[in-house]
């Protein structure tokens, strides 16, 4: 199994504090990405990093910001945590290259109250 | 960016095989089709990728028609082991700059009963 880890791996936290969750990897794969998943919807893509500092956008980034000052560590930020954004977090690597193979990491699961 | 279509369930039984669909009717000249299992509880797990006829591993085999419009998921005698939520994803290869959305689309829940 690829090499990565995300912390804390279950949290419960109240309305309006800041929460941040961080993925760790030791392949030294260049992307990294944040997903969030909750029932109906499948997988959605929050943000995702090309490298360090290099970030941008995904298909539900509001609420959420991100930064990536090394290789291998992308950190996810809930600036003021919403009951909407209680849900499971998967963090996901994959190297350059002509394929798309991600690794996802084991999942945080985020209860805002 | 191609968006896929997927039945959202199946159920099988042990040792069929079992075909699962996804339409990408959008697709574009620079994606690849890539299916993902899920267990609960586990992030995806790649099984496989291709661009186009037909590619096999261990695990699968993913069929892509000429127009590429479509493809299928091919899994050989299911077991109960095998029962998952399978993704289709759509897109371009990586290979260098930004990535742009990525989407997972919601899956497909194989149920496989003895």
């Known amino acids: 199994d690829a090499g990565i880890t995300q912390s804390p791996r279950h949290k419960v936290t109240e309305t309006g504090t800041p929460v941040t969750l961080r993925c760790h990897q030791t392949?030294?794969?260049?992307?990294m990405y944040w997903y969030r998943q909750d029932p109906g919807h499948g997988l959605r893509l929050i943000h995702y990093?090309?490298?360090?500092?290099?970030?941008d956008k995904g298909e539900v980034s509001d609420g959420y910001s991100v930064s990536r000052s090394k290789t291998e560590d992308f950190l996810l930020t809930l600036e003021s945590a919403t009951s909407s954004q209680t849900s499971v977090y998967f963090c996901?690597?994959?190297?350059?290259?002509?394929?798309?193979?991600?690794?996802f990491g084991p999942g945080t699961r985020l209860t805002v109250t | 960016l191609a968006k896929t279509t997927q039945p959202i369930s199946m159920d099988s039984y042990e040792g069929q095989e079992v075909n699962i669909t996804c339409s990408h009717n959008?697709?574009?000249?620079?994606?690849?089709i890539t299916w993902y299992q899920q267990f609960p509880s586990q992030g995806p797990r790649f099984i496989i990728q291709?661009?186009?006829t037909k590619v096999t591993n261990e695990v699968a085999s993913l069929f892509i028609p000429a127009d590429r419009k479509s493809s299928t998921l091919s899994l050989p005698r299911v077991s109960l082991s095998d029962t998952a939520v399978y993704y289709c994803?759509?897109?371009?290869?990586?290979?260098?700059?930004?990535?742009?959305?990525?989407?997972f689309g919601k899956g497909t829940k194989l149920s496989v009963k003895p």
């Open positions: 291709g661009y186009k």
């Open positions: 994803l759509v897109g371009e290869a990586n290979y260098g700059g930004s990535q742009g959305n990525l989407i």
């Open positions: 392949e030294n794969h260049r992307y």
């Open positions: 959008n697709i574009a000249t620079n994606d690849y």
């Open positions: 990093s090309y490298g360090v500092k290099d970030t």
């Open positions: 996901a690597i994959s190297g350059t290259g002509p394929f798309y193979e991600q690794y």
